[in-house]
């Protein structure tokens, strides 16, 4: 039953999906100022140990997209969504991690919260894999299926990305590795979970057909990039 669910997926929604998905993904600024609120927020509710906050700063980061993009790169085996993806996965753990360290700097006090210090204790255990596979595997399928994308959030909240990007930038202004370290364990622990399961979602409902209307999608994003820039620049 399952399989069925996944194979009869019509033309126009997987069309609509890659449009979708690489849309959330594009390296633009707008993607950028939106990691870094929802890594502002993440430290904030560390530092101070709020919970709500954390799962507040959940909601808004769109770290998710770039993750389940880069499935569809791999399975489609497009070098140029891969390259793309990979750029804007990697200048966004490098903002998050950047920002969460000077705001640290300007307003921890030095002491560990509750929350943080979680992280300092994270290790890798078949629990954590588990929730990250199942996660991914919710993502890619509520995205290809326009009636179920409202719960996007409520996946985004149950697989932690954006806390731990900020946890470890609160570990490398606090000098405190341990933290750091567990930190980002547990981050390519999440990630490579939902990159797998992705994977495997997106090879069943064979998204591979796709190639040609994916390269076309990512050529018009990236003249909207482009003209982004562009105007940015005068």
Same mark, same amino acid.
């Given at each position: ?66 993750? #389940? ?40 006090? =030095? ?11 994270? #290790? ?18 509520? #995205? ?88 940015? =620049?005068?």
């Amino acid at each position: 039953m399952p399989i069925t669910l996944l194979d009869h997926i019509s033309s126009k929604e997987k069309d609509a999906t890659i449009e979708k998905l690489f849309s959330h993904s594009s390296p633009s600024q707008d993607f950028f100022l939106m990691v870094s609120l929802s890594v502002i927020m993440a430290t904030f509710g560390l530092l101070i140990d709020s919970p709500m906050i954390v799962i507040g700063s959940m909601l808004i980061a769109p770290i998710l997209y770039p993750i #389940l993009s880069l499935s569809m790169g791999i399975v489609m085996s497009d070098r140029k969504v891969i390259g793309r993806t990979l750029l804007t996965l990697g200048t966004a753990i490098v903002y998050a991690s950047i920002t969460s360290v000077v705001l640290t700097i300007l307003f921890g006090d =030095g002491t560990r919260s509750n929350a943080t210090a979680v992280y300092s204790q994270a #290790l890798p255990s078949l629990p954590h894999v588990i929730v990250a596979v199942v996660a991914g595997f919710a993502a890619a399928f509520a #995205l290809v299926k326009p009636q179920l994308s409202e719960m996007l959030p409520g996946i985004a909240i149950s697989v932690s990305l954006i806390p731990p990007l900020a946890a470890v930038g609160i570990g490398i202004a606090s000098i405190d590795f341990a933290l750091a370290r567990g930190a980002l364990l547990l981050f390519i622990i999440n990630l490579v979970g939902i990159v797998f399961a992705g994977m495997f979602v997106f090879s069943l409902m064979n998204f591979y057909a796709k190639k040609t209307v994916a390269r076309e999608v990512l050529q018009e994003e990236e003249k909207e990039l482009k003209k982004e820039n562009e105007k940015q =620049g005068k």
